[in-house]
């Protein structure tokens, strides 16, 4: 299990940035290099869905509502992962979830992303 710890969250105006990080604890066990990590988020009320992934291999994936605007990356010596968010827009006020998950193939040998692990969340309010 890995311990991840979300920060960077806050109050901004629309069309403004923010840039979430993500950190692990828990010792040696907790470093994510191996592993594939995603940005979830969640309004009241709504599902939690996914933002971005990055694999373990530096492959990422993005959301269609967020492709163009977003940036997730990671820096494995640190053990960090990072969301870059730029032309941030009122629809995108969520607490936003880090999490640590693995690879897999459904039925029609098309890659999802698998979270088995998650941080207790930022949030991110955007003012119009």
């Known amino acids: 299990q890995v311990e991840l710890v979300e920060s960077g969250g806050g109050l901004v105006q629309a069309g403004e940035s923010l840039r979430l990080s993500c950190a692990t604890s828990?010792?040696?066990?907790?470093?994510?290099?191996?592993?594939?990590m995603a940005w979830y988020r969640q309004v009241p009320g709504k599902q939690r869905e996914m933002v971005a992934y990055?694999?373990?291999?530096?492959?990422?994936n993005y959301a269609d509502f967020v492709k163009g605007r977003f940036t997730i990356s990671r820096d494995n010596a640190k053990d960090m992962v990072y969301l870059q968010m730029k032309n941030l827009a009122p629809e995108d006020t969520a607490v936003y979830y880090c999490?640590?998950?693995?690879?897999?193939?459904?039925?029609?040998?098309?890659?999802?992303?698998?979270?088995?692990?998650w941080g207790q969340g930022t949030q991110v309010t955007v003012s119009s």
């Open positions: 999490s640590a998950g693995y690879m897999a193939r459904d039925i029609a040998d098309k890659p999802y992303y698998s979270p088995y692990d």
């Open positions: 828990g010792g040696i066990f907790s470093t994510i290099s191996t592993r594939s």
């Open positions: 990055i694999t373990d291999g530096g492959v990422t």
